[in-house]
């Protein structure tokens, strides 16, 4: 144990030499200092002090101070809520869009294929089996193409003419 006797205690700021030097003269001269002096100004002391110039309030200014830090607290809060409900809502709302995309897309890719596949089966049925270059221009074949050419099969001699 230490004990100490604060009138004991003289040393000025350019005196203090270690951290308990710091907070003896910080607690003897709390009730003379205005700011921080440059040799406390560290995060522990900043601490303090704005803690002692909250307890140093008047009734009223404390209420007062009260009140504004609940209803920052409140505002940060509510900030935060709608931070999030906004993400939520961003979330949902991209997954949907998403969702509706991808259909949109696989629909489109399964109508492809699916002509695809008629038109080799109708192609099949009228010129005998497909040469794998065939095959391969069918399946990379657009929408449009393949239309053109179920349209065009009846008008053909051969798988060529109608794949030209």
């Known amino acids: 144990?230490?004990?100490?006797?604060?009138?004991?205690?003289?040393?000025?700021?350019?005196?203090l030499t270690s951290h308990f030097d710091k907070w003896i003269y910080?607690?003897?001269?709390?009730?003379d200092l205005d700011s921080i002096p440059a040799i406390l100004n560290e995060p522990v002391f900043n601490?303090?002090?704005?803690a002692a110039e909250i307890a140093n309030l008047?009734?009223?200014q404390h209420t007062t101070y009260e009140q504004n830090?609940?209803?920052?607290?409140?505002?940060?809060?509510?900030?935060a809520n709608a931070k999030d409900e906004?993400?939520?809502?961003g979330l949902i709302e991209?997954?949907?869009?998403?969702?509706?995309?991808?259909?949109?897309?696989?629909?489109a890719e399964g109508e492809v294929k699916g002509q695809a596949a008629l038109l080799k089966r109708q192609?099949?049925?009228k010129f005998g089996p497909l040469s794998p270059a065939s095959i391969c221009k069918l399946d990379t074949a657009t929408l449009e193409q393949l239309e053109t050419w179920s349209e065009a099969i009846l008008d053909c001699d051969s798988i060529e003419q109608l794949l030209r």
């Open 26 to 31: 910080f607690l003897k001269n709390l009730e």
């Open 58 to 60: 008047s009734y009223q």
């Open 94 to 107: 991209g997954e949907a869009r998403g969702e509706a995309k991808g259909r949109e897309i696989g629909l």
């Open 69 to 79: 830090l609940l209803d920052y607290m409140g505002l940060k809060a509510a900030m």
């Open 123 to 125: 192609l099949t049925k």
């Open 86 to 89: 906004g993400r939520k809502i």
């Open 47 to 50: 601490k303090a002090f704005r």
């Open 1 to 15: 144990f230490r004990f100490l006797q604060m009138p004991l205690f003289t040393k000025q700021e350019h005196e």
